[in-house]
């Protein structure tokens, strides 16, 4: 029997080391656009922008553990190219390879803008530094966690750095729109500049160019504009991918529909039912994480399969704050509370966000977990 990973990050490496943890023993091969053994992307627009930062982006395991100690042959630097569920086999580099089980984790790819860098990759994060090292003005183009965490690097240097966003609310989608409201005091509090409903029309050589005539003037340009899923090897294989955004529909098992496929993290979009069966594709390190392993699981041994009810976590550190968000923002109503902004559906806690407690979030994780009813939550936050 052949497990193929076609995805070399977090997700995919999951998906490995649950595949070895389940006692299974066969063959596994890890395919990886990227030349690099699976790496961590959170730290590349973190602590890797600092200016005593590490020096090299490091992988999770060296490849002698790959391949000895997990037994995974690696094809490194050589995406996927098609995929022939009939036949079930994955085209890579000219050459057919069999599985009879597959765990799609190709991720996302960062939405460019002509001009201006991006910060996905451990080559797009040492360009970044390296401007950042020479006293770059910086101009963020997209108020995101990304843009947010870049301008925050730049501001640790004590660079000139403004942030320009096309919504009047930055994150509204993210945290929706009362968060979002709340942690632009972060930005102004810093000394970052906010440009919110601002179009840029272009990026050239003297800087960004605004809607209406306007040029700041920048060393640096940063999109952070979002991300779309690595499926255009996909097209045309039979697999759903979603009208918006092409990522693979999977339903609550992360079953991608042809016997055999699971898809995993930031490409796969799936139903939870800890909310309703709300279908969401989500790009966050445990989600990867999680996903990544139970794909494996499934894939291996479809019969027991079970939906997964994980409750979504993510963080981002903006100037020394750590940002921290559980469940969905996808809610009935928005409530900021005892320094808390939490999330109802129906008449239950769906979601919440807070800044600088840690301890606390994770109370409110469970909480969402266990389906509490809404006034207890207003309740524990002190607010009802």
Same mark, same amino acid.
Request: charged share 20%; proline share 6%.
């Given at each position: 029997?052949?497990? &193929? *990973?076609? /995805? !070399?990050?977090?997700? $995919?490496?999951?998906?490995?080391?649950? =595949? @070895? %943890?389940? +006692?299974?023993?066969?063959?596994?091969?890890?395919?990886?656009?990227?030349?690099?053994?699976?790496?961590?992307?959170?730290?590349?627009?973190?602590?890797?922008?600092?200016?005593?930062?590490?020096?090299?982006?490091?992988?999770?395991?060296?490849?002698?553990?790959?391949?000895?100690?997990?037994?995974?042959?690696?094809?490194?630097?050589?995406?996927?190219?098609?995929?022939?569920?009939?036949?079930?086999?994955?085209?890579?580099?000219?050459?057919?390879?069999?599985?009879?089980?597959?765990?799609?984790?190709?991720?996302?790819?960062?939405?460019?803008?002509?001009?201006?860098?991006?910060?996905?990759?451990?080559?797009?994060?040492?360009?970044?530094?390296?401007?950042?090292?020479?006293?770059?003005?910086? &101009? *963020?183009? /997209? !108020?995101?966690?990304? $843009?947010?965490?870049?301008?925050?690097? =730049? @501001? %640790?240097? +004590?660079?000139?750095?403004?942030?320009?966003?096309?919504?009047?609310?930055?994150?509204?989608?993210?945290?929706?729109?009362?968060?979002?409201?709340?942690?632009?005091?972060?930005?102004?509090?810093?000394?970052?500049?906010?440009?919110?409903?601002?179009?840029?029309?272009?990026?050239?050589?003297?800087?960004?160019?605004?809607?209406?005539?306007?040029?700041?003037?920048?060393?640096?340009?940063?999109?952070?504009?979002?991300?779309?899923?690595?499926?255009?090897?996909?097209?045309?294989?039979?697999?759903?991918?979603?009208?918006?955004?092409?990522?693979?529909?999977?339903?609550?098992?992360?079953?991608?529909?042809?016997?055999?496929?699971?898809?995993?993290?930031?490409?796969?979009?799936?139903?939870?039912?800890?909310?309703? /069966?709300?279908?969401?594709?989500?790009?966050?390190?445990?989600?990867? =994480?999680?996903?990544?392993?139970?794909?494996?699981?499934?894939?291996?041994?479809?019969?027991?399969?079970?939906?997964?009810?994980?409750?979504?976590?993510?963080?981002?550190?903006?100037?020394?704050?750590?940002?921290?968000?559980?469940?969905?923002?996808?809610?009935?109503?928005?409530?900021?509370?005892?320094?808390?902004?939490?999330?109802?559906?129906?008449?239950?806690?769906?979601?919440?966000?807070?800044?600088?407690?840690?301890?606390?979030?994770?109370?409110?994780?469970?909480?969402?977990?266990?389906?509490?009813?809404?006034?207890?939550?207003?309740?524990?936050?002190?607010?009802?």
């Amino acid at each position: 029997m052949t497990l &193929v *990973v076609v /995805g !070399a990050s977090l997700a $995919g490496l999951r998906a490995v080391e649950s =595949a @070895r %943890r389940t +006692g299974y023993r066969g063959r596994i091969v890890l395919v990886g656009a990227e030349e690099h053994l699976p790496y961590d992307r959170p730290p590349l627009s973190k602590a890797f922008l600092d200016a005593g930062g590490p020096s090299r982006v490091e992988p999770f395991h060296p490849e002698a553990v790959l391949r000895d100690d997990l037994g995974v042959e690696l094809v490194l630097g050589a995406p996927a190219e098609s995929l022939d569920t009939g036949a079930r086999e994955v085209a890579v580099a000219g050459t057919a390879v069999r599985y009879d089980a597959l765990v799609i984790a190709t991720g996302a790819t960062a939405r460019r803008l002509p001009g201006a860098r991006t910060l996905r990759t451990a080559e797009d994060a040492v360009a970044v530094r390296a401007a950042l090292d020479a006293g770059a003005r910086t &101009v *963020v183009i /997209g !108020a995101g966690f990304i $843009g947010s965490e870049v301008a925050s690097a =730049a @501001r %640790r240097r +004590g660079l000139p750095v403004t942030i320009v966003e096309a919504s009047a609310v930055p994150l509204a989608r993210a945290v929706g729109e009362t968060a979002g409201a709340r942690l632009i005091a972060l930005h102004h509090a810093a000394g970052t500049e906010l440009r919110l409903a601002t179009e840029v029309t272009g990026v050239a050589g003297d800087g960004v160019h605004l809607a209406g005539g306007e040029v700041l003037p920048a060393d640096l340009v940063v999109a952070g504009i979002g991300a779309v899923p690595a499926t255009g090897w996909l097209e045309g294989s039979g697999l759903t991918l979603h009208e918006r955004d092409r990522g693979v529909v999977c339903d609550a098992t992360l079953a991608a529909g042809p016997p055999g496929v699971y898809a995993a993290g930031d490409v796969a979009h799936v139903p939870n039912p800890l909310f309703d /069966g709300l279908g969401v594709r989500l790009e966050h390190w445990t989600n990867a =994480a999680e996903q990544g392993a139970a794909a494996a699981r499934h894939a291996l041994d479809p019969a027991s399969a079970r939906p997964l009810e994980a409750v979504p976590y993510f963080w981002s550190d903006w100037y020394g704050r750590r940002i921290q968000f559980v469940g969905t923002p996808h809610a009935d109503e928005v409530v900021s509370a005892g320094g808390v902004t939490l999330y109802r559906r129906g008449d239950r806690l769906a979601g919440a966000l807070t800044v600088d407690r840690p301890r606390e979030i994770m109370k409110y994780r469970r909480r969402v977990a266990a389906r509490s009813p809404w006034t207890e939550a207003l309740a524990f936050a002190g607010a009802a």
